[in-house]
């Protein structure tokens, strides 16, 4: 950033008097360091702790996990470090990419369980033990703080993953939680409002009682844990401040809030993706959403230089099958809610997918722009097309990576790639079971060796830098210019203003750009890297690409 500042100065100065150059190149490098972001156009890149990158060695082996397992379903030695060194290395920023969404990183069950798809360990972070420490598989406190700060640095916001519905299975060596805690039976049946809230997801996974206002103690084998590490009595008198400035019983749900909203006063995190939802009653997202916001305003009271912008705290929801085609509205079936208003920022968008799979391009952006500038007007969703945990991605056979970048990288609303999309990593793992094939370990050695996957990931390059140039990709008013030899389309933020063109010929492509660009103007083609002039209310791009990215210049 500070060299792209030095050069663009360095050039108006031998164009403009001395005078005029310094109020100009002042005024350049406050724009490029205050770069407008919202959450409505984010781009953000989903990644599992354990599987993106290997930064400390030391780490691999903790709390005798030593049980052999299915494959790729036990600890592969991804960590917190290792995602920090991509960022140092500046992946995040030549993709694009404005926040990051890390799997949990509170510390898993120390023993194994088969769930039927081989024997597996809390690789994935969601099987919490202990809500209050960072598992040392992933890494430290100290690595987080480091991650959080590098990540801020370089304009990349750090999302958690909160898990309030359950603890982790139950093993030899991580006992089940008192009954005034979790229920362990029955299992969901997902038919209806009551059977989807009110049960274990599966079997031997225990579901946290988020409906009692009961009072309950601390588990004994937490406060056993805390005792043998040392910090029983601050954790407790952490605790005892926290209900008494809150005024909430001390019913199970509170204790889980009041432990992940640490992460964000301690570390300063930008948001929290929450996991199953819908699988537990709505006023608890509101009621966290309240605590998120507390912590985030002390947050940024006690670090005031510490502040990368002024968006709220960011909070997306994983309502299982959610689509945008429902508003604001899950139906259970016999039941309709909304998880929007005071309560998620954004939401998943299961539907994505389908609509990419199914309908024109022209439709899915049209369509999307209806429902984001109606009725979800303020709030957002998070597009995906490959995911962890599904099992019917758009491309599975990793066929059409340039298609799943356009797509997902020019439809309004917020972008979530997911690690390896940009680099095709395959989603077909001989000999794994179930979900496990979605998670292999981040393919580095094909983004050096091979030279189509370094083709692919320079697409998804231009594509997630314009984006995050421009919050009009994400969140502007989108207008069909022409849909006669490919699609052209315009996008409106304020002063943020582009034209995209999809599908078109190969060599010389005029685009009438007369609705956002005047007779006169240089432009820039993003994508080619071309400097073109108006005229006439037009531009000619020649280019060995059937895509243009028209920026103002």
């Given amino acids: 950033m500070k060299n792209s500042i030095l050069i663009i100065s360095l050039v108006m100065l031998f164009s403009c008097n001395n005078k005029t150059t310094n109020k100009t190149s002042s005024k350049t490098a406050n724009k490029m360091e205050k770069k407008e972001f919202v959450w409505e156009g984010a781009n953000v890149y989903f990644l599992l702790t ?46 694009g990419i404005n926040a990051i969404w890390m799997t949990p990183i ?123 590490e040392g910090r029983y009595e601050q954790e407790v008198k952490e605790l005892d401040a926290f209900f008494e400035r809150t005024g909430h019983p001390r019913a199970p749900r509170f204790y889980i809030m009041k432990w992940l909203t640490d992460y964000i006063t301690e570390f300063g995190i930008d948001g929290y993706r929450a996991d199953t939802v819908k699988h537990t009653e709505e006023n608890v997202w509101s009621e966290f959403k309240t605590e998120c916001d507390y912590a985030f305003a002390q947050y940024k009271k006690n670090n005031p230089e510490k502040v990368l912008d002024n968006n ?74 490959t995911s962890h945990d599904d099992g019917q991605p758009f491309d599975k056979e990793r066929k059409l990576p340039y298609k799943t970048a356009t797509m997902l990288l020019l439809t309004s609303g917020a972008s979530q790639i997911y690690y390896g999309d940009e680099s095709a990593r395959s989603l077909i793992i001989e000999g794994t079971v179930g979900d496990a094939t979605l998670r292999s370990n981040m393919n580095w050695n094909d983004i050096e060796a091979k030279e189509e996957t370094q083709k692919i990931l320079k697409h998804w390059q231009k594509l997630g830098q314009f984006r995050n140039n421009h919050m009009a990709v994400g969140s502007g008013n989108h207008t069909i210019i022409s849909d006669e030899k490919g699609l052209v389309f315009s996008r409106l933020r304020n002063n ?58």
């Fill in 50 to 95: 354990d599987r993106f990158n290997n930064g400390d060695s030391s780490n691999d082996f903790n709390i005798k996990r030593t049980n052999k397992t299915g494959k790729l379903r036990g600890f592969e030695g991804g960590d917190i470090k290792g995602i920090t060194q991509k960022i140092k290395e500046g992946y995040f920023t030549k993709l």
């Fill in 106 to 228: 509170v510390e898993q069950i120390h023993g194994s369980t088969d769930e039927g798809t081989g024997v597996s360990y809390g690789y994935h972070g969601y099987w919490a033990k202990d809500w209050t420490k960072i598992d040392p598989n992933y890494g430290t406190k100290e690595d987080l703080k480091e991650l959080v700060a590098i990540a801020h640095k370089n304009g990349i916001r750090v999302l958690l993953d909160a898990v309030i519905n359950h603890t982790g299975p139950v093993t030899k060596e991580d006992p089940v939680w008192p009954s005034d805690w979790v229920r362990t039976s029955p299992n969901c049946k997902y038919s209806n409002y009551e059977n989807t809230i009110s049960c274990t997801l599966v079997k031997n996974l225990p579901d946290i009682k988020t409906e009692s206002n009961e009072n309950v103690e601390l588990p004994p084998q937490l406060v056993a844990k805390w005792k043998a």
């Fill in 312 to 385: 709220p705290f960011y909070l997306v929801g994983e309502v299982y099958n959610y689509g945008i085609s429902g508003g604001k509205y899950y139906d259970f079936g016999d039941k309709k809610v909304n998880y929007f208003d005071n309560m998620f920022t954004s939401q998943i968008n299961f539907e994505f997918k389908w609509n990419v799979k199914q309908m024109p391009e022209k439709d899915v952006f049209t369509k999307y722009d209806a429902i984001l500038q109606n009725e979800l007007k303020g709030f957002s969703v998070l597009n995906y097309l």
């Fill in 496 to 553: 943020d203003k582009i034209i995209a063109g999809i599908n078109l010929p190969i060599g010389n492509k005029e685009i009438n750009v007369s609705s956002v660009f005047k007779d006169g103007q240089k432009i820039n083609d993003f994508y080619s890297g071309q400097e073109l002039i108006v005229k006439e209310g037009k531009v000619v791009v020649n280019s060995g690409f059937d895509i243009v990215l028209l920026e103002g210049k």
